[in-house]
C-alpha cells in the first residue's frame, strides 16, 4: 500500500471514529437524562473507547513484535545456510585446486 493509500485510508478511519463519538454524544445530549446522568454517560463511552483503543494498540504491538521475531529468525535461518553452502563451496575448490596442482605436477614430473 503507498503512502497515499494510507492516508487516505487512516483519513477515513479517523473519520469514521469521529462521526460515531459526536453522533453518540448528540444522541446523549438530547436524550430525556438528567446533566449528571448524561456526564456519566458520557464519561463512560469514552473510557470505553479509551479502552478499546488501548487493545488496538497493544494488539498492533504485539504482532509487531512477533513479526519481527519469525523475521529475525529467518533472516539468521537463511545466513547460516548460506554460511554453510559457502564452506561447502570453499572446500569443494580447494579441493578441486588441489587435484589440478597434482596434475600439474605430474605432467611436470
Not at 84 to 105: F, I, N, P, T
Amino acid at each position: 500500500m503507498n503512502d497515499t493509500n494510507h492516508n487516505y485510508a487512516l483519513g477515513v478511519l479517523v473519520s469514521l471514529f469521529t462521526g460515531l463519538f459526536v453522533g453518540a454524544l448528540v444522541g446523549m445530549l438530547f436524550a430525556p437524562k438528567s446533566g449528571k446522568e448524561i456526564r456519566q454517560d458520557i464519561k463512560e463511552k469514552s473510557e470505553e473507547i479509551a479502552d478499546k483503543s488501548k487493545k488496538s494498540v497493544d494488539t498492533a504491538v504485539t504482532k509487531t513484535k512477533d513479526f519481527i521475531d519469525k523475521s529475525g529468525e529467518v533472516v539468521s535461518e537463511k545466513a547460516k545456510k548460506a554460511g554453510d553452502l559457502l564452506s561447502l563451496k570453499a572446500e569443494e575448490v580447494a579441493e578441486e585446486g588441489k587435484q589440478k596442482a597434482e596434475e600439474v605436477e605430474e605432467k611436470m614430473s
